[in-house]
């Protein structure tokens, strides 16, 4: 048995994505890769378990979490748990046999965006990698997310005078309340993106890449392969004939993707895309993409 399970998870694979960017169509892909295990979903129950890590505590303010929120006893709960959780592709569940000694582990999580340099000394050799979405897609898909009411995160956020609170809560948030629906879902984009591309600055090159999701609709194959040959992770025949058609929808889905889909938003997205340019054009250095 590994007393804090630091030698259980090599490498591990985080995914990083402002919310509703097609996290969890990546994560759902690369979780059908050979030897791969996961916790079979989203991770915001284990760390905001945590009371030092919880908004609602009132201990820290928002999600962001830094190296300075990991002591020895968080990191030994948040790997215990993780341990406890997993499963491989067939729902194999780890820890009723622990046969394995060293795994790898894909995580995601968007709210990870703003937890790097925390999730690096949880997982000291982890790999990244940055989900890029339109930027147009991106907000539409969040206002929609807001709307619809199934993605709320804080219910009852002590300061809040909005709509309840949805998806990840950035630091500097009390800032939005009066603000529209486009000014808040904008506020969240540029601080998720604008956080984790100084955050992975200080990431050695080699463990993390960036990858577009229309290029995961598009060339799904092409997309899996180089992804899994930059983290290690093994392309088998099982992968490659999911990869064969086009992707299933994820869990998540809303409503069915379409290029054009954010013209539904079209005036109240582009009142704000001016605010957003310096990190769009940051964003391109590293592989972004608009899709038209």
């Given at each position: 048995?590994?007393?804090?399970?630091?030698?259980?998870?090599?490498?591990?694979?985080?995914?990083?994505a402002?919310?509703r960017?097609?996290?969890?169509?990546?994560?759902?892909?690369?979780?059908?890769?050979?030897?791969?295990?996961?916790?079979?979903?989203?991770?915001?129950?284990?760390?905001?378990?945590?009371?030092?890590?919880?908004?609602?505590?009132?201990?820290?303010?928002?999600n962001?979490?830094?190296?300075?929120?990991?002591?020895?006893?968080?990191?030994?709960?948040?790997?215990?748990?993780?341990?406890?959780?997993?499963?491989?592709?067939?729902?194999?569940?780890?820890?009723?046999?622990?046969?394995?000694?060293?795994?790898?582990?894909?995580?995601?999580?968007?709210?990870?965006?703003?937890?790097?340099?925390?999730?690096?000394?949880?997982?000291?050799?982890?790999?990244?990698?940055?989900?890029?979405?339109?930027?147009?897609?991106?907000?539409?898909?969040?206002?929609?997310?807001?709307?619809?009411?199934?993605?709320?995160?804080?219910?009852?956020?002590?300061?809040?005078?909005?709509?309840?609170?949805?998806?990840?809560?950035?630091?500097?948030?009390?800032?939005?309340?009066?603000?529209?629906?486009?000014?808040?879902?904008?506020?969240q984009?540029?601080?998720?993106n604008?956080?984790?591309?100084?955050?992975?600055?200080?990431?050695?090159?080699?463990?993390?890449?960036?990858?577009?999701?229309?290029?995961?609709?598009?060339?799904?194959?092409?997309?899996?392969?180089?992804?899994?040959?930059?983290?290690?992770?093994a392309?088998?025949?099982?992968?490659?004939?999911?990869?064969?058609?086009?992707?299933?929808?994820?869990?998540?889905?809303?409503?069915?993707?379409?290029?054009?889909?954010?013209?539904?938003?079209?005036?109240?997205?582009?009142?704000?895309?001016?605010?957003?340019?310096?990190?769009?054009?940051?964003?391109?250095?590293?592989?972004?993409?608009?899709?038209?």
């Amino acid at each position: 048995m590994l007393a804090d399970f630091s030698e259980l998870f090599d490498r591990p694979v985080i995914i990083l994505a402002a919310p509703r960017s097609g996290s969890t169509l990546l994560f759902e892909t690369l979780s059908e890769a050979r030897d791969v295990w996961t916790i079979g979903g989203e991770s915001h129950r284990i760390i905001e378990g945590v009371q030092a890590l919880n908004p609602n505590s009132a201990l820290v303010d928002s999600n962001r979490l830094t190296e300075v929120h990991a002591s020895e006893p968080i990191i030994h709960f948040i790997r215990s748990r993780f341990a406890r959780l997993l499963r491989d592709r067939d729902g194999r569940e780890y820890f009723p046999h622990r046969t394995i000694g060293r795994l790898r582990f894909v995580e995601k999580t968007p709210k990870n965006v703003l937890r790097v340099p925390f999730m690096e000394r949880v997982f000291p050799n982890a790999f990244y990698i940055f989900l890029l979405r339109d930027v147009r897609a991106n907000l539409s898909s969040m206002m929609e997310a807001w709307r619809a009411l199934r993605w709320v995160t804080y219910p009852q956020l002590r300061g809040w005078q909005g709509p309840p609170w949805s998806l990840l809560l950035p630091p500097g948030w009390q800032e939005l309340n009066g603000r529209t629906l486009e000014e808040i879902c904008a506020f969240q984009w540029h601080s998720a993106n604008r956080i984790v591309l100084e955050d992975l600055q200080k990431i050695p090159r080699q463990r993390w890449t960036t990858v577009n999701y229309q290029s995961l609709l598009d060339e799904p194959e092409a997309t899996i392969e180089r992804l899994c040959g930059f983290a290690g992770l093994a392309m088998d025949e099982r992968l490659r004939n999911r990869l064969q058609k086009p992707l299933p929808l994820s869990r998540l889905t809303h409503t069915r993707p379409a290029v054009d889909k954010w013209r539904k938003n079209k005036r109240e997205i582009e009142s704000v895309l001016n605010s957003l340019g310096d990190i769009e054009a940051r964003l391109q250095l590293i592989g972004y993409q608009r899709t038209n």
